[in-house]
T-cell receptor
Framework: GAVVSQHPSRVICKSGTSVKIECRSL??????MFWYRQFPKKSLMLMAT?????????EQGVEKDKFLINHASLTLSTLTVTSAHPEDSSFYIC?????????????FGPGTRLTVL | EDKVVQSPLSLVVHEGDTVTLNCSYE??????LLWYKQEKKAPTFLFML????IEKKSGRLSSILDKKELFSILNITATQTGDSAIYLC???????????FGQGTELSVKP
């Protein structure tokens, strides 16, 4: 149980294009999903917290107009990188927290590697 | 500012060795501390610790939390090459579920 998928797993795009990444909880409902960014050999940097049916909460320094987050259902959140540039190249990971259990156990997706040329 | 610090940042050992990874934290509120193992893709959950002094164990891995001194350790005994990974420590500061991650410890186990 507690499987989270991400799609696509890898994407290469040209500078200036937009890229959408999907995060799905496959066998549980997730009222909250989180989007992280990870640079090589670095830890996870939280970008935003996505709550189903409401606006995402962005961490300081993360541009909300550049990284659009939508959490339309209890099993799906999407991250759209708009007008991508080479500096946006990174490993993007989502995690999902099951509907209230009293435990903050997050389950991670396999990640999406974005390369912007 | 809430922060989580792991040490060492990297470690190279030989198969059969025992390793101890450290995680210290400073947070305004504390609910739990979590350990994850990350190989090539996403982190996989190892342990969640909420109470001081109670060891969590899973096979050759074990972890314990000291809430007075604000740290946790992750022990791996009889290491194997498959233990090679980045080990991440994260703290839940009771702020809407987000986790604060440390920098990670990159463990390399040589045959």
């Amino acid at each position: 149980g507690a499987v989270v998928s991400q799609h696509p797993s890898r994407v290469i795009c040209k500078s200036g294009t937009s890229v959408k990444i999907e995060c799905r909880s496959l066998d549980f409902q997730a009222t909250t999903m989180f989007w992280y960014r990870q640079f090589p050999k670095k830890s996870l940097m939280l970008m935003a917290t996505s709550n189903e049916g409401s606006k995402a909460t962005y961490e300081q320094g993360v541009e909300k107009d550049k990284f659009l987050i939508n959490h339309a259902s209890l099993t799906l959140s999407t991250l759209t990188v708009t007008s991508a540039h080479p500096e946006d190249s990174s490993f993007y990971i989502c995690s999902a927290r099951p509907a209230p259990t009293g435990r903050n156990e997050q389950f991670f997706g396999p990640g999406t590697r974005l390369t912007v040329l | 500012e809430d922060k989580v610090v792991q040490s060492p940042l990297s470690l190279v050992v030989h198969e059969g060795d025992t390793v101890t990874l450290n995680c210290s934290y400073e947070v305004t509120n504390f609910r739990s501390l979590l350990w994850y193992k990350q190989e090539k893709k996403a982190p996989t959950f190892l342990f969640m610790l909420t109470s001081s002094g109670i060891e969590k164990k899973s096979g050759r891995l074990s972890s314990i939390l000291d809430k007075k001194e604000l740290f946790s350790i992750l022990n791996i005994t009889a290491t194997q090459t498959g233990d090679s990974a980045i080990y991440l420590c994260a703290v839940d500061p009771s702020q809407g579920g987000k986790l604060i991650f440390g920098q990670g410890t990159e463990l390399s186990v040589k045959p």
